[in-house]
């Protein structure tokens, strides 16, 4: 694994053990956190495949283009990092409205389940989870 995959990953593991942390004491943050998490994760796939992004759009874009469109990954995986990506947004930039809790638990199961597909893509270079 190249060392910036392994930066990735590690920073997607510690991004996931923080959103599962603030879950109960700050559900915004906990969405942020497991958003990040997924991205990362993500990230690190791609840059293992030699592919990077500059912008959150254009990562969000390749997981349906280069992931679920082939088939490589179930259409809800997909769906999954899409609803992470706006509930993100919600969480950091949502002014008056907030990330309630049950939804902050819903965005850390399913940033664990976009880490377990990249762990299960390459699971010599993607462990720890």
Same mark, same amino acid.
């Given at each position: 694994?190249?060392?910036?995959?392994a930066?990735?990953?590690a920073?997607?593991?510690?991004?996931?053990?923080t959103a *599962?942390?603030l879950? &109960?004491e700050?559900? &915004? *943050?906990?969405?942020? @956190?497991a958003?990040? #998490? #997924?991205f990362?994760? /993500?990230?690190?796939?791609? $840059?293992?495949?030699?592919? $990077?992004?500059r912008?959150?759009?254009? !990562?969000?874009?390749? !997981?349906?283009r280069? %992931? /679920?469109?082939?088939?490589?990954?179930?259409?809800? %995986?997909?769906?999954?990092?899409s609803w992470?990506? @706006?509930? @993100?947004?919600?969480?950091d930039?949502?002014?008056?409205?907030? /990330? #309630?809790?049950?939804?902050?638990r819903? *965005? !850390? &199961?399913?940033?664990? @389940?976009?880490?377990?597909a990249v762990?299960? *893509?390459?699971?010599?270079?993607?462990?720890?989870?």
């Open positions: 694994m190249n060392q910036e995959a930066d990735l990953w920073r997607a593991l510690r991004a996931h053990t *599962a942390r879950v &109960d700050d559900p &915004d *943050a906990a969405a942020s @956190r958003y990040y #998490a #997924a990362y994760a /993500v990230s690190a796939l791609f $840059t293992m495949q030699g592919k $990077t992004f912008k959150h759009s254009a !990562v969000e874009a390749a !997981v349906h280069l %992931l /679920v469109k082939p088939g490589t990954w179930p259409a809800e %995986l997909g769906t999954a990092f992470l990506a @706006r509930l @993100r947004r919600t969480g930039y949502g002014g008056g409205i907030h /990330v #309630a809790q049950s939804e902050a819903e *965005a !850390v &199961d399913k940033a664990s @389940r976009l880490l377990q762990h299960e *893509a390459n699971p010599e270079s993607f462990s720890g989870i």
